[in-house]
Each structure stands twice: as C-alpha cells, then as structure tokens.
C-alpha cells in the first residue's frame, strides 16, 4: 500500500523493537515510507542497534541513515520505560536511568536529527502521555519524565518554527502493548507502610492499559499526524482523554486533585 503523503520519504524511530515503536515503523513502511528503527535489540532489516542515551552512538546511526537516505523527514521519539512504586523508595539509580532514557535521549535524537530536518522541513513527533499533566500516584517519576517531555515539544517547537520544522507531543492515554510488562515493579515490596495502596494503583492502572486502545490506533495516530496539513504542538489521541483533559482544566484544581487520588491513591 503506497500513501503519497509518505511515499519517498525517511523516518527515524525510537524504540521499534515492541509496541507503539514496532507498531508505527510497520505501518510507515506499508505505507511507503523508508524506515529506520534505533533499538537497543534489532530483529528486523531496517533497524540499527542505538542506545538513545549514548549521544555518540546517536550521532553516528543519524549520520549512516543521513549519508545513505541523503534526507530524515520524520522523527518519532517513542521509546521510553516506567517505574511503579511509592517515590520514597525509588533507587538513584532507577530515576536516573528512567530520565536519561524517557528526556535525555530525546534530546539526543533532536540535536542529532537537527541539521538534516531543517533542509527537509521535517516534522517530530515525541509520544508523552496523559499522565503528563495528570499526574498518577505510585507513577510519579514517569509522569514527571512526560511532563519533561511536553515542555521540550512546546519550547522546540517555538525554536524551530521558522525553520519550518514541526514538533507535537502526541499524548495517549491507555494502550494495550508491551510496555505493562515491561514496567519495573520493584518497589511493590515496599507496601506495608502504604497500607497497600501501591498495588491497589498499580493493579487498577495495569487493568486500564489491558482494556486500553490498541497498539495500531497508537500507529495510525502516529501516521495520521505526520500527514496532516497543520501540525499541532500538542495533541491527544482519542476522545475520552481530550474530554478528560478538557474537564481537567474547567474543574477547580482541587477537585481534579480528589478524583485523582480516589482512583489511583486510596
């Protein structure tokens, strides 16, 4: 299947090895797009294996794909991990790796990819999440790492605009995909303190993403924002949270703050 909007084209995505990633890189390439996929563990032709924390690595994968396409078009800064766990137990270790992994290598995808999407007038996409400006107990970090990450799109998106280069942060809400089993759960153990709170939130949020949208609704967002005419800076997929969001911002602060802690924090 070509589609002429992306038919000649080269993307750059993060994380295809599973779920939104894989999912994405997929369907470009029905559609005729020329995909390169950065995973720490490659499985498929089209994809280079890239720690998007080490910048150096970044650079040169960029530089291979820049070299042999002559042009990036699109970048899809998906990859990312999650911690579950009251903050207080949180290693040093964890949270640092989580921020390097969920904001450090987007940046670095940014500055690698710059040079060659300013002569494309090329178009970003970095995935954040709901949990970004709702923030969820037991959640903490990871929805501190996706608020980073709108507020890299917004001010981007301002830097570069007469460039003619375009940057969303594509927000979801639950997915249904490999990311739920991927998530670190180590501090669960840590729960009698918690009254068990933390599993209570954890286990609610893990069935909300068992029940959630599928990974190809994730995709053909994905898809369906690169081909539109007027590129957004923020936009998030599926009605039910642009309404939650939309309630959000009409409620008082307090009343958001008591639903949200009735359904993720008691």
Not at 139 to 153: G, P
Not at 204 to 216: L, Q, V
């Amino acid at each position: 299947m070509k589609n002429n909007k992306f038919h000649g084209k080269v993307a750059v995505i993060t994380g295809t090895s599973s779920g939104i990633g894989e999912c994405t890189a997929l369907t470009l390439r029905k559609y005729g797009c020329t995909v390169y996929g950065l995973t720490r563990n490659p499985r498929r032709e089209f994809e280079m294996t890239c720690d998007v924390t080490d910048k150096s690595g970044v650079d040169e994968c960029v530089k291979r794909i820049a070299e042999k396409e002559g042009r990036i078009d699109f970048v899809v800064n998906n990859v990312g991990i999650g911690i579950s766990g009251a903050l207080e137990f949180e290693s040093s270790e964890n949270i640092r790796r989580m921020m390097d992994v969920n904001i450090a290598g987007a940046i670095n995808v940014v500055q690698s990819t710059m040079q060659y999407m300013r002569k494309s007038k090329g178009r970003y996409i970095n995935i954040g999440s709901v949990a970004g400006e709702l923030t969820i107990a037991f959640q903490t970090m990871y929805s501190v790492t996706k608020a980073a990450v709108l507020a890299l799109s917004e001010g981007l998106a301002m830097e570069v605009k007469p460039f003619g280069v375009g940057v969303c942060c594509l927000q979801f809400g639950d997915i249904k995909s490999t990311f739920t089993a991927h998530r670190n759960k180590s501090f669960l153990g840590d729960d009698e303190l918690y009254k068990g709170r933390i599993k209570r939130s954890v286990g609610k949020m893990e069935n909300d993403e068992r029940h959630g949208y599928s990974e190809e609704f994730a995709a053909d967002a994905v898809c369906k924002l690169l081909a539109r005419k007027k590129f957004p800076v923020k936009y998030t997929a599926g009605a039910k949270y642009r309404f939650l969001l939309t309630l959000s911002r009409i409620l008082p602060y307090k009343t958001v703050q008591k639903i949200l802690y009735k359904m993720y924090a008691s």
